[in-house]
């Protein structure tokens, strides 16, 4: 079955220091995969999304994530973390058609000073 | 302004009393959702209506119901709430794979 793992429940990082959110799918051919955001009290927000192609993504603030069929993975990455980046990062992929995601647990970022 | 509205965004109930979490969008997708957030399961899909009166059930779906009677308008029916229905429900809608959330409706029952 289709499903997407996060395998970090928490990484903390310094303001300024680089960040990698990983995730590892299961899904038979080659997905679309997304990522999601969700700052303190607030929905989920896209931040990028992956169609088969070019496996290195551009999201929103700085964001990229890069698809390996090899390695099962779409890890999320930012070459500077902002104190704003601070939110729980959600991997997901369509299950069984495109209008149906499934969402890992979902990584807590948190940002130190 | 793309927007999925969800009311009320907190609610508490008593054991057994019926629930109603209403939900619009303003962006006349047809396909819209209901999630439950719980900590450390991420997102569970409740249901998934592709249109008026079109609903299937989602991974979850016992002990809820909804209703569809427009487009722009999905609500999620809890009778005879239950304490394990205390969580976070999230109303999204979607066009061509992205999906909207609403900000979510933070439920607790007693």
């Keep these: 079955a289709q499903s ?5 429940a928490r990484v903390t990082v310094s303001e300024g220091a680089s960040l990698q959110l990983r995730c590892k799918y299961s899904y038979f051919g080659t997905p679309y995969l997304f990522w999601y955001v969700q700052y303190p009290r607030q929905g ?25 069929k090899s390695n099962s993975s779409f890890h999320l990455r930012k070459a500077s973390v902002h104190w704003s980046d601070w939110a729980v990062y959600f991997c997901a992929v369509p299950a069984g058609s495109f209008n149906k995601l499934t969402f890992g647990a979902g990584t807590r970022l948190a940002v130190c000073p | 302004d793309m927007k999925v509205t969800q009311m009320p965004r907190y609610l508490i109930k008593r054991m057994g009393e019926n629930v109603l979490l209403e939900c619009g969008q303003d962006m006349s997708h047809e396909t819209m959702y209901w999630y439950r957030q719980d900590p450390g399961l991420g997102l569970q899909l409740i249901y ?17 119901r909804v209703s569809r009677k427009k ?5 999620l029916i809890l009778d005879s709430a239950k304490t394990n229905q205390t969580s976070v429900y999230f109303c999204a809608s ?17």
Aim: hydrophobic content about 30%.
């Design chain 2, 48 to 64: 998934i209506s592709y249109d008026v009166d079109s609903n299937s059930e989602g991974d979850i779906p016992k002990g809820y």
């Design chain 2, 71 to 75: 487009r722009e308008h999905f609500s």
């Design chain 1, 44 to 68: 989920l927000q896209l931040l990028l999304k992956y169609y088969p192609g070019d496996p290195v993504v551009q999201g929103v603030n700085g964001f990229e994530a890069e698809f390996s």
């Design chain 2, 94 to 110: 979607s066009l061509r794979g992205e999906v909207f959330f609403g900000k979510g409706t933070r439920l607790t029952v007693v």
């Design chain 1, 4 to 8: 997407v793992t996060q395998p970090d």
